[in-house]
Protein backbone atom coordinates (compact mmCIF):
# COMPACT_ATOMS: atom_id res chain seq x y z
CA UNK A 1 0.00 0.00 0.00
CA UNK A 2 1.30 3.91 -0.69
CA UNK A 3 1.48 6.92 0.90
CA UNK A 4 2.92 10.18 0.01
CA UNK A 5 4.88 12.67 2.08
CA UNK A 6 5.41 15.88 0.15
CA UNK A 7 4.72 14.65 -2.95
CA UNK A 8 6.55 11.94 -2.66
CA UNK A 9 5.43 7.96 -3.04
CA UNK A 10 6.16 5.83 -0.20
CA UNK A 11 6.69 1.85 0.12
CA UNK A 12 6.73 -0.01 3.07
CA UNK A 13 9.85 -1.99 3.09
CA UNK A 14 11.88 -4.27 5.41
CA UNK A 15 14.66 -3.22 7.61
CA UNK A 16 18.26 -4.78 7.43
CA UNK A 17 19.71 -5.57 11.03
CA UNK A 18 18.67 -3.31 13.50
CA UNK A 19 20.25 -5.13 16.23
CA UNK A 20 19.39 -4.36 20.30
CA UNK A 21 20.01 -1.36 21.91
CA UNK A 22 17.12 0.09 23.33
CA UNK A 23 15.93 -0.87 27.46
CA UNK A 24 12.29 -1.27 29.22
CA UNK A 25 11.58 -3.03 32.05
CA UNK A 26 15.23 -4.47 32.07
CA UNK A 27 14.27 -6.20 28.72
CA UNK A 28 16.25 -4.92 25.52
CA UNK A 29 14.82 -4.22 22.51
CA UNK A 30 15.21 -1.65 19.45
CA UNK A 31 12.91 0.78 18.50
CA UNK A 32 14.35 0.66 15.22
CA UNK A 33 14.01 -3.44 14.31
CA UNK A 34 10.28 -3.80 14.06
CA UNK A 35 10.91 -5.57 9.86
CA UNK A 36 9.35 -2.69 8.57
CA UNK A 37 9.98 0.97 7.80
CA UNK A 38 8.99 3.56 5.37
CA UNK A 39 11.02 5.44 2.22
CA UNK A 40 10.42 7.53 -0.55
CA UNK A 41 8.76 4.87 -3.24
CA UNK A 42 11.88 3.22 -5.03
CA UNK A 43 14.46 5.27 -3.19
CA UNK A 44 17.28 4.68 0.03
CA UNK A 45 19.44 7.04 1.25
CA UNK A 46 21.71 5.31 3.39
CA UNK A 47 24.94 6.53 4.98
CA UNK A 48 27.38 4.78 6.77
CA UNK A 49 29.64 5.56 9.50
CA UNK A 50 32.86 3.79 10.96
CA UNK A 51 32.41 2.26 14.80
CA UNK A 52 35.66 4.74 15.28
CA UNK A 53 33.99 8.02 14.26
CA UNK A 54 34.59 9.64 17.88
CA UNK A 55 37.73 7.94 18.40
CA UNK A 56 39.77 10.44 19.72
CA UNK A 57 36.78 12.13 21.97
CA UNK A 58 35.98 12.21 25.52
CA UNK A 59 32.38 11.24 26.17
CA UNK A 60 30.54 14.49 26.22
CA UNK A 61 32.16 16.03 23.65
CA UNK A 62 32.10 12.09 21.30
CA UNK A 63 28.24 12.13 22.42
CA UNK A 64 28.23 16.23 20.86
CA UNK A 65 29.62 14.95 17.70
CA UNK A 66 27.06 12.02 17.80
CA UNK A 67 24.16 14.45 17.96
CA UNK A 68 25.53 16.66 14.92
CA UNK A 69 25.67 13.25 12.88
CA UNK A 70 21.93 12.29 13.68
CA UNK A 71 20.80 15.99 12.88
CA UNK A 72 22.70 16.27 9.37
CA UNK A 73 20.72 12.71 8.87
CA UNK A 74 17.46 14.33 9.78
CA UNK A 75 18.17 17.46 7.44
CA UNK A 76 18.97 15.68 4.60
CA UNK A 77 16.22 12.72 5.65
CA UNK A 78 18.53 9.79 5.29
CA UNK A 79 16.52 7.00 5.44
CA UNK A 80 19.16 4.60 7.23
CA UNK A 81 22.38 5.17 9.34
CA UNK A 82 24.62 2.27 9.66
CA UNK A 83 27.43 1.81 11.73
CA UNK A 84 30.22 -0.44 9.76
CA UNK A 85 32.83 -1.44 12.58
CA UNK A 86 36.58 -0.68 12.45
CA UNK A 87 38.13 -2.03 15.46
CA UNK A 88 41.52 -0.81 14.33
CA UNK A 89 40.78 2.68 14.80
CA UNK A 90 38.84 2.14 18.02
CA UNK A 91 40.46 3.84 21.14
CA UNK A 92 38.10 5.62 24.06
CA UNK A 93 35.16 3.68 23.47
CA UNK A 94 33.78 0.58 21.90
CA UNK A 95 31.87 -0.64 18.83
CA UNK A 96 28.93 -0.14 20.46
CA UNK A 97 29.01 3.27 21.96
CA UNK A 98 28.22 5.35 18.70
CA UNK A 99 25.46 2.90 17.73
CA UNK A 100 23.87 2.92 20.97
CA UNK A 101 23.65 7.15 20.69
CA UNK A 102 22.74 7.41 17.49
CA UNK A 103 19.55 5.24 18.27
CA UNK A 104 18.51 7.34 21.30
CA UNK A 105 18.87 9.80 18.87
CA UNK A 106 16.15 8.66 16.83
CA UNK A 107 13.96 7.98 19.32
CA UNK A 108 11.25 10.03 19.60
CA UNK A 109 11.59 12.92 22.42
CA UNK A 110 8.48 11.61 24.46
CA UNK A 111 8.96 8.19 24.61
CA UNK A 112 13.05 8.45 25.70
CA UNK A 113 13.03 8.40 29.62
CA UNK A 114 10.15 5.45 29.16
CA UNK A 115 11.99 3.39 26.41
CA UNK A 116 15.69 4.13 27.81
CA UNK A 117 17.07 2.53 31.25
CA UNK A 118 20.14 4.61 32.18
CA UNK A 119 23.39 3.85 30.58
CA UNK A 120 27.02 4.99 30.77
CA UNK A 121 26.66 6.07 27.07
CA UNK A 122 24.26 8.20 27.39
CA UNK A 123 25.41 10.34 30.17
CA UNK A 124 26.17 13.26 28.26
CA UNK A 125 23.12 13.01 25.88
CA UNK A 126 21.85 16.29 26.97
CA UNK A 127 24.58 18.39 24.89
CA UNK A 128 22.78 16.53 21.75
CA UNK A 129 21.04 19.73 19.48
CA UNK A 130 17.32 18.65 19.02
CA UNK A 131 16.68 17.33 16.09
CA UNK A 132 12.95 18.80 15.64
CA UNK A 133 11.79 16.48 13.23
CA UNK A 134 8.23 17.52 12.75
CA UNK A 135 5.96 15.36 13.31
CA UNK A 136 7.78 14.09 16.98
CA UNK A 137 7.11 16.86 18.38
CA UNK A 138 3.45 16.78 19.31
CA UNK A 139 3.11 19.90 19.57
CA UNK A 140 -0.59 19.70 19.03
CA UNK A 141 -1.70 16.77 20.45
CA UNK A 142 -4.95 17.70 21.62
CA UNK A 143 -6.07 18.52 18.16
CA UNK A 144 -8.30 16.06 16.29
CA UNK A 145 -6.74 13.37 14.77
CA UNK A 146 -3.22 14.68 15.42
CA UNK A 147 -0.61 12.18 14.86
CA UNK A 148 2.03 10.83 17.48
CA UNK A 149 4.86 8.49 17.56
CA UNK A 150 4.75 5.08 19.43
CA UNK A 151 6.47 2.49 20.23
CA UNK A 152 4.95 -1.15 20.05
CA UNK A 153 5.67 -2.51 23.62
CA UNK A 154 3.57 -6.13 23.88
CA UNK A 155 2.11 -7.72 20.79
CA UNK A 156 -0.91 -9.94 21.39
CA UNK A 157 -2.38 -12.97 20.07
CA UNK A 158 -6.05 -11.10 18.98
CA UNK A 159 -4.69 -8.95 16.67
CA UNK A 160 -4.23 -5.64 18.79
CA UNK A 161 -0.96 -4.45 20.04
CA UNK A 162 0.37 -2.43 23.24
CA UNK A 163 1.71 1.02 21.89
CA UNK A 164 3.29 3.68 24.11
CA UNK A 165 3.09 7.00 22.57
CA UNK A 166 3.25 9.53 25.40
CA UNK A 167 0.45 9.15 26.88
CA UNK A 168 -0.69 8.56 30.43
CA UNK A 169 -0.65 4.90 30.12
CA UNK A 170 0.31 2.31 27.40
CA UNK A 171 -2.65 1.78 25.20
CA UNK A 172 -4.45 -1.36 23.62
CA UNK A 173 -5.13 -0.55 19.64
CA UNK A 174 -6.19 -3.09 16.96
CA UNK A 175 -4.37 -3.61 13.85
CA UNK A 176 -5.65 -2.50 10.92
CA UNK A 177 -6.50 -5.06 8.12
CA UNK A 178 -4.73 -3.75 5.47
CA UNK A 179 -1.91 -3.69 8.01
CA UNK A 180 1.00 -5.28 8.59
CA UNK A 181 1.26 -6.71 12.55
CA UNK A 182 3.95 -4.68 13.91
CA UNK A 183 6.72 -6.41 16.19
CA UNK A 184 7.84 -5.42 19.72
CA UNK A 185 9.79 -2.74 19.56
CA UNK A 186 7.99 -1.21 16.50
CA UNK A 187 8.26 2.22 16.16
CA UNK A 188 4.48 3.10 14.76
CA UNK A 189 2.35 6.02 13.99
CA UNK A 190 -0.80 6.90 16.48
CA UNK A 191 -3.54 8.51 15.21
CA UNK A 192 -5.20 10.62 18.86
CA UNK A 193 -8.41 11.99 18.70
CA UNK A 194 -9.09 12.64 22.88
CA UNK A 195 -7.23 12.24 25.49
CA UNK A 196 -9.83 12.70 27.83
CA UNK A 197 -11.31 9.28 27.74
CA UNK A 198 -8.51 8.60 24.65
CA UNK A 199 -9.02 7.32 21.57
CA UNK A 200 -6.52 6.77 19.70
CA UNK A 201 -6.06 4.11 16.54
CA UNK A 202 -3.04 2.95 14.93
CA UNK A 203 -2.25 4.62 11.14
CA UNK A 204 -0.88 3.12 8.47
CA UNK A 205 2.03 5.36 7.35
CA UNK A 206 5.31 6.19 6.87
CA UNK A 207 7.12 6.85 10.34
CA UNK A 208 9.48 10.20 10.05
CA UNK A 209 13.00 10.03 10.92
CA UNK A 210 16.13 7.70 10.16
CA UNK A 211 16.39 3.95 11.26
CA UNK A 212 20.22 3.01 12.92
CA UNK A 213 21.72 -0.75 11.99
CA UNK A 214 25.30 -2.07 11.98
CA UNK A 215 26.92 -4.43 9.62
CA UNK A 216 30.38 -4.67 7.68
CA UNK A 217 31.27 -2.21 5.17
CA UNK A 218 31.33 -4.82 2.35
CA UNK A 219 28.07 -5.76 2.84
CA UNK A 220 26.39 -2.28 3.17
CA UNK A 221 27.87 -1.27 -0.24
CA UNK A 222 25.89 -4.90 -2.15
CA UNK A 223 22.36 -4.44 -0.58
CA UNK A 224 19.46 -4.46 -3.22
CA UNK A 225 19.28 -1.02 -2.20
CA UNK A 226 22.07 0.61 -2.07
CA UNK A 227 22.21 2.19 -5.45
CA UNK A 228 25.25 4.41 -6.62
CA UNK A 229 28.11 3.97 -3.77
CA UNK A 230 30.12 6.86 -2.92
CA UNK A 231 33.15 7.34 -0.91
CA UNK A 232 33.46 10.83 0.73
CA UNK A 233 37.33 12.05 1.12
CA UNK A 234 39.59 14.38 0.89
CA UNK A 235 41.34 12.15 -1.63
CA UNK A 236 37.94 11.65 -4.16
CA UNK A 237 36.88 14.08 -7.38
CA UNK A 238 35.92 17.72 -6.75
CA UNK A 239 32.11 17.34 -7.02
CA UNK A 240 31.47 20.60 -9.34
CA UNK A 241 27.77 21.65 -10.73
CA UNK A 242 28.18 19.04 -13.63
CA UNK A 243 29.69 16.21 -11.87
CA UNK A 244 26.32 16.33 -9.32
CA UNK A 245 24.19 16.37 -12.93
CA UNK A 246 26.14 12.90 -13.83
CA UNK A 247 25.56 11.31 -10.36
CA UNK A 248 22.14 11.83 -10.24
CA UNK A 249 21.88 10.41 -13.75
CA UNK A 250 24.35 6.89 -12.58
CA UNK A 251 22.22 7.12 -9.31
CA UNK A 252 18.89 6.74 -11.89
CA UNK A 253 20.41 4.56 -13.94
CA UNK A 254 21.40 2.06 -11.03
CA UNK A 255 17.92 2.69 -8.95
CA UNK A 256 14.24 1.36 -10.19
CA UNK A 257 11.58 3.73 -11.28
CA UNK A 258 14.09 6.06 -12.26
CA UNK A 259 14.61 7.68 -8.55
CA UNK A 260 18.26 7.97 -7.11
CA UNK A 261 19.27 5.89 -4.56
CA UNK A 262 22.73 6.07 -2.95
CA UNK A 263 24.87 5.13 -0.15
CA UNK A 264 27.89 7.60 1.15
CA UNK A 265 30.45 6.45 3.14
CA UNK A 266 32.47 8.35 5.61
CA UNK A 267 35.47 8.02 7.69
CA UNK A 268 37.14 9.10 11.61
CA UNK A 269 39.37 11.58 12.33
CA UNK A 270 42.86 10.80 11.35
CA UNK A 271 41.08 7.90 10.16
CA UNK A 272 39.74 8.42 6.46
CA UNK A 273 37.89 5.83 3.82
CA UNK A 274 41.60 4.62 2.06
CA UNK A 275 43.15 3.77 5.67
CA UNK A 276 40.10 2.30 7.02
CA UNK A 277 40.29 0.39 3.71
CA UNK A 278 43.48 -0.37 3.12
CA UNK A 279 43.99 1.66 0.06
CA UNK A 280 47.32 4.05 -1.15
CA UNK A 281 45.80 8.04 -1.24
CA UNK A 282 47.62 8.26 -4.53
CA UNK A 283 46.23 5.34 -5.51
CA UNK A 284 42.64 7.17 -4.88
CA UNK A 285 43.32 10.35 -6.39
CA UNK A 286 44.24 8.22 -9.49
CA UNK A 287 40.89 6.74 -10.04
CA UNK A 288 41.26 3.73 -7.72
CA UNK A 289 37.60 2.96 -6.74
CA UNK A 290 38.26 -0.15 -4.67
CA UNK A 291 34.33 -1.23 -3.53
CA UNK A 292 33.30 2.09 -4.53
CA UNK A 293 31.10 3.40 -7.38
CA UNK A 294 32.50 6.85 -6.63
CA UNK A 295 34.82 8.65 -4.52
CA UNK A 296 33.98 12.39 -3.98
CA UNK A 297 35.90 15.48 -2.23
CA UNK A 298 32.88 17.90 -1.13
CA UNK A 299 35.49 20.23 0.82
CA UNK A 300 37.84 21.42 -1.66
CA UNK A 301 40.41 23.50 -1.04
CA UNK A 302 39.60 22.86 2.69
CA UNK A 303 40.74 25.59 4.84
CA UNK A 304 41.11 23.71 8.21
CA UNK A 305 43.46 20.85 8.07
CA UNK A 306 40.90 18.43 8.81
CA UNK A 307 37.35 18.49 7.90
CA UNK A 308 35.22 16.88 10.99
CA UNK A 309 33.15 14.02 10.01
CA UNK A 310 30.33 15.66 11.00
CA UNK A 311 31.21 18.79 9.26
CA UNK A 312 31.99 16.56 6.07
CA UNK A 313 28.47 14.79 6.11
CA UNK A 314 26.54 18.40 6.08
CA UNK A 315 28.76 19.41 3.29
CA UNK A 316 27.91 16.11 1.25
CA UNK A 317 24.63 15.26 1.54
CA UNK A 318 23.47 19.04 0.85
CA UNK A 319 25.55 18.52 -2.61
CA UNK A 320 23.61 15.18 -2.88
CA UNK A 321 20.43 16.91 -1.66
CA UNK A 322 20.90 18.97 -5.30
CA UNK A 323 20.35 16.07 -7.18
CA UNK A 324 16.90 15.43 -8.86
Not at 268 to 295: H, Q, S
Amino acid sequence: MGHTRRGVAWQRVTVWGGSGGFIRLGRPFSAQSSGVTWKRYGMTVTVLVPSSLVREAAKREATRKLGSVARAAVVFQVDRVTVYPDPAGERRHDDGFVETVLRYAATPPHLRKEVWDERDELEHVGVMPPLRVRSQTGSEPERSGSSKQGIVTEVGADGRVRVSCGLQHPVSLPVPPAMATPSEGARVTVSVSSREPVRAKLVDQPTPGYVVDSTDLDSALVREDAGVTIASSRYGERLRPGRIEELAASCRENSPDDTASYTVAFGAPKRGIPAIRGLDTEAVRNGTRGAFDRWVNTVPDQGSEVVRTEEAMFATLGCLNLMD
